[in-house]
């Protein structure tokens, strides 16, 4: 009977051993499950870390390229601000050299007109006190000394008859 007794316990005490040993397995299990899901999560995380490492790379390199052709199209711009500052000189200075020569062209003229009028002047008294023989000789003189119309006076020429 003692021994039965002492079966029994021992019985008793691996079937508590064994209960405690099933939770202890069982936790175990899910202490498992939960480690291979944070290992799964983590392998996922560090795939999509990957992932925008790559495309943090990627926009990096296009930004890189964005900022060289910046710089070439700006380099670009001051090229050609500088060019139209240049032909803006250019034209100024062409401007008044057009300007000088245009004023230049108007003194002449009234010049022209001036020495015109002056041998109209001459040919007139020429024409007053000389006899006949000047008198056809001056007229000759005149035809050919009228100013004709038109935008420029033509230059004075004279024919002489011998």
Same mark, same amino acid.
């Given at each position: ?27 175990? @299990? ?42 070439? @199209? ?6 050609? #601000? ?36 002056? #041998? ?5 008294? @020429? ?29 004075? #020429? ?5």
């Amino acid at each position: 009977e003692t021994e039965v007794e002492q079966l029994q316990r021992l019985l008793a005490g691996m079937e508590k051993d064994h209960r405690d040993l099933l939770a202890r397995m069982e936790s175990g @299990q899910a202490e498992l499950e939960r480690l291979r899901e944070a290992e799964g999560e983590r392998v996922a995380q560090q795939e999509r870390s990957s992932q925008l490492e790559k495309e943090v790379a990627g926009l990096r390199e296009k930004i890189h390229h964005l900022d060289d052709m910046l710089k070439s @199209q700006q380099r670009k711009v001051r090229q050609m #601000i500088e060019q139209l500052q240049n032909s803006k000189s250019v034209i100024q200075a062409k401007d008044a050299a057009i300007q000088e020569l245009k004023e230049r062209v108007s003194y002449l003229e009234a010049e022209n007109l001036e020495m015109h009028d002056r #041998i109209e002047h001459l040919i007139e008294k @020429q024409v007053s006190r000389g006899g006949s023989s000047a008198r056809a000789r001056s007229k000759s003189e005149y035809v050919s000394s009228k100013r004709l119309p038109g935008p420029k006076p033509l230059p004075l #020429i004279r024919v002489v008859e011998t």
